[in-house]
């Protein structure tokens, strides 16, 4: 059922397993540490519009109830299936053992990162995205498959959480649907 934002506002959270991606993905995303609610909402938001299988919020990244993440996610937040966890090295590791194949992918940059465009993405993928200043920790790069970076041309060395996250996954969709 495709809703607009009023009705995704207004609407009650739907029982247990009753919302599944309509691509059939299976595209995890994990935060490490973001911390604005704004960010946190657009990602569920952009979750939802990209047929995510779960959300992962990590460490100080804050999770719904919360009034602005409600608000910035038009409700979103429940529809995705979503899960916190302390550790993001530790939710990284256990998702490797209980997921095979699995491709961890840290959207950063970083030395070892590649262009965005020229990784070659495959299901199961979990993309992570870090902390608005900081990034990614670098105990969580680590412990990753993989980091790509998106290109900057400009004198700003970076661009938005959710921008960076969307990009990148819709470049993961394009590549393995």
Not at 63 to 78: A, F, G, V, Y
Request: glycine share 6%; aromatic share 8%; proline share 5%.
């Amino acid at each position: 059922m495709k809703m607009n934002a009023k009705q995704l506002r207004s609407s009650q959270k739907p029982e247990t397993g009753s919302r599944k991606p309509e691509a059939g993905n299976e595209i995890y995303i994990i935060l490490d540490n973001v911390l604005d609610t704004y960010n946190i909402g657009s990602i569920f938001r952009l979750a939802d519009g990209a047929g995510v299988k779960k959300v992962y919020l990590c460490g100080h990244t804050n999770t719904p109830p919360n009034p602005r993440i409600k608000k910035s996610s038009i409700n979103t937040t429940e529809w995705v299936d979503w899960e916190y966890a302390e550790s993001t090295v530790e939710l990284i590791r256990n998702l490797k053992f209980s997921i095979p194949n699995l491709q961890v992918i840290a959207v950063e940059q970083s030395d070892g990162s590649i262009p965005y465009d020229k990784f070659d993405y495959k299901q199961p993928i979990a993309l992570v995205v870090g902390h608005e200043t900081y990034g990614v920790s670098k105990e969580v790069l680590e412990v990753v498959d993989a980091t790509v970076e998106i290109p900057m041309f400009g004198v700003n060395i970076s661009l938005n959480v959710m921008v960076s996250l969307a990009i990148v996954l819709y470049k993961a969709l394009e590549k393995i649907v």
